[in-house]
C-alpha cells in the first residue's frame, strides 16, 4: 500500500495495480448462447503440439458479461484504457491463506484459565445438545480452514492512472498477498464517456 494526496492536501490510502493486456479470445452472443459476454486471457504464449499445430495457452482466462459486442472482435487487444481518474470499479481477488486455525484465531473466541488445574486453555468448548435434536447444528463455528476465500470489493475509487506504465491506483486495500491476481470490473453505475 501507498498514499496518494488529494486536491485539499488530504492523504489517501492507495493500492497499486499492474493491469496487464487482455486479449479477447472468444465472444458468447445472445442468439447462441442466451446472453452477451466476452471471454478475455492474459500473458498468451505459443506452444506446438508434435503434430506440428500451433495453439495459444493463456495464464489465466475469465469470461465477463457485457451490455454489448460492440468493439470486442476476438483477437482484440484491451487495456487500461476504458478506466477514468474518480470511477468506481469492483474488486474481486482471494483472501491471503491462513491454513488449519483454532476457534480463537478463526472466531476471536476467548479462551479459558491457564492455571489452578484447568484442562480448558483453547478449546472451544461445549458444542452440542444432549437430548434433542442430539446432534451438532449446521453451521457451528469450529476449527477449520481460515482464509483463501474468494472476496470483492464494490465501489473503490480509482485515485491515479499512471498510462505509460500501465498502473492505476485505487483506494484501499485489496485482498491478497502481494503479486496476486485482481479483477477489476467498471461498476455499473459508473458513466462512461
Not at 68 to 85: A, C, Q, T
Not at 126 to 153: A, Q, W, Y
Not at 183 to 191: C, E, G, I, N, W
Amino acid at each position: 500500500m501507498s498514499r496518494v494526496f488529494t486536491e485539499n492536501g488530504e492523504a489517501v490510502a492507495v493500492t497499486y495495480l499492474q493491469v496487464e493486456p487482455n486479449h479477447v479470445i472468444r465472444t458468447k452472443s445472445k442468439n447462441k448462447d442466451g446472453y452477451d459476454a466476452v471471454v478475455l486471457g492474459i500473458n498468451p504464449k505459443m506452444w506446438r503440439t508434435r503434430k506440428g499445430n500451433e495453439h495459444t495457452k493463456y495464464s489465466q482466462i475469465k469470461e465477463w458479461k457485457v451490455d454489448s459486442l460492440e468493439g470486442l472482435e476476438p483477437g482484440k487487444e484491451l487495456n487500461h484504457v476504458g478506466f477514468e481518474k474518480d470511477a468506481k470499479v469492483r474488486l474481486t481477488g482471494v483472501s491471503k491463506g491462513k491454513g488449519f486455525q483454532g476457534v480463537i484465531k478463526r472466531y476471536n473466541f476467548s479462551r479459558g484459565p491457564e492455571t489452578h488445574g484447568s484442562h480448558h486453555h483453547r478449546k472451544p468448548g461445549s458444542i452440542g445438545m444432549c437430548e434433542f435434536p442430539g446432534r451438532v447444528m449446521k453451521g457451528k463455528k469450529m476449527p477449520g480452514r481460515m482464509g483463501n476465500d474468494t472476496i470483492t470489493l464494490k465501489k473503490r475509487t480509482i485515485m491515479e492512472i499512471d498510462e505509460e506504465k500501465g498502473v492505476i491506483a485505487v483506494r484501499g486495500p485489496v485482498p491478497g498477498p502481494n503479486g496476486c491476481r485482481i479483477f477489476v470490473t467498471l461498476s455499473s453505475d459508473t458513466p462512461v464517456a
